[in-house]
């Protein structure tokens, strides 16, 4: 891999880079665009490869590394791991490159800001998680709530056809209430007080997940939490943009541009203007 050097803007004014497998990590970025309004934000959404959730532990982590090269290049100062998928396979080796660089960028995963939560909200202590196959085959938030709260029974959903049904765009039919009844019924069933929305995706399901889970249930999405987690390491690292003015949020996509705008845009509520269109592995550390 070749090395990163020094050159370019001071760190505090360069961006924080976010990816995920599609447009669902649009969801994590909008909170961050809340939180952290005087940023600027380089988003990549690798839809070319979507979805991540079938693939296994070793091609999530080959896909995270040359994500990172290419948002190192583009001269990121933090990366937010916002697919659930790949900060199951991936999150430690990702930390392990990123800070070996001479920049020493910090990664910020999913999974503990809202395992951490959702120990903390629950009463309980029955937590469940809806995810993609892969994030529940690799018993990252077992071993993270386990962590937080070792008290706590998790009850575990893979959930393979939510995150492309999402990814089309899911018109609210049938088909998609019955699909979402048929993988709420085992967490129904264990009695949980709390969900994880253990995929960026999910969160535009809300309003249906909780209508059938009930007015009772905490759900516990990675947006907020995450964004939490990422003002943090900006202020550790004394990485915070000085400006007060506004900051800017700039996309690269590995698939369809018009497609990524036609959805992206209802995910993120804000205009998507410009798109780049980039192909893995391209990065070239400058």
Do not use: W
Not at 59 to 74: H, P, Q, V
Not at 173 to 185: F, G, I, L, Q
Not at 199 to 225: E, F, K, N
Not at 235 to 241: R, V
Request: hydrophobic content about 45%.
């Amino acid at each position: 891999m070749a090395p990163v050097t020094k050159s370019g803007p001071p760190p505090r004014e360069r961006p924080i880079a976010v990816f995920d497998s599609g447009v669902g990590g649009l969801t994590v970025l909008q909170e961050l665009l809340v939180e952290l309004p005087h940023e600027d934000f380089l988003y990549l959404g690798d839809t070319a490869r979507f979805p991540y959730g079938e693939r296994s532990a070793s091609e999530l982590e080959r896909f995270a590394l040359e994500i990172s090269e290419l948002l190192l290049a583009r001269r990121a100062k933090l990366l937010v791991v916002a697919c659930n998928a790949a900060s199951s396979a991936a999150l430690d080796r990702l930390r392990e490159r990123m800070l070996s660089t001479t920049l020493g960028v910090e990664v910020v995963g999913v999974i503990e800001p809202e395992s951490r939560i959702a120990a903390e909200r629950s009463n309980n202590r029955r937590i469940g998680l809806l995810a993609t196959t892969a994030t529940v085959t690799s018993g990252a938030y077992e071993r993270a709530v386990a962590r937080f709260a070792p008290d706590v029974t998790l009850v575990s959903v893979a959930c393979p056809d939510l995150a492309p049904i999402i990814q089309q765009g899911f018109p609210p039919n049938h088909h998609v209430v019955e699909t979402v009844r048929r993988y709420c019924a085992p967490l129904r069933e264990a009695g949980v007080d709390t969900v994880i929305l253990g995929c960026t995706h999910y969160p535009l399901l809300a309003p249906m997940l909780q209508r059938i889970l009930g007015p009772q249930v905490s759900l516990i999405s990675s947006g907020r939490s995450l964004a939490a987690s990422v003002a943090r390491s900006l202020t550790l690292g004394e990485l915070a943009n000085p400006s007060e003015d506004e900051g800017a949020y700039r996309f690269l996509c590995t698939g369809d541009v018009d497609a990524f705008r036609e959805v992206g845009s209802r995910f993120l509520q804000m205009p998507i203007e410009e798109i780049e269109h980039v192909e893995l592995p391209s990065a070239v550390a400058v």
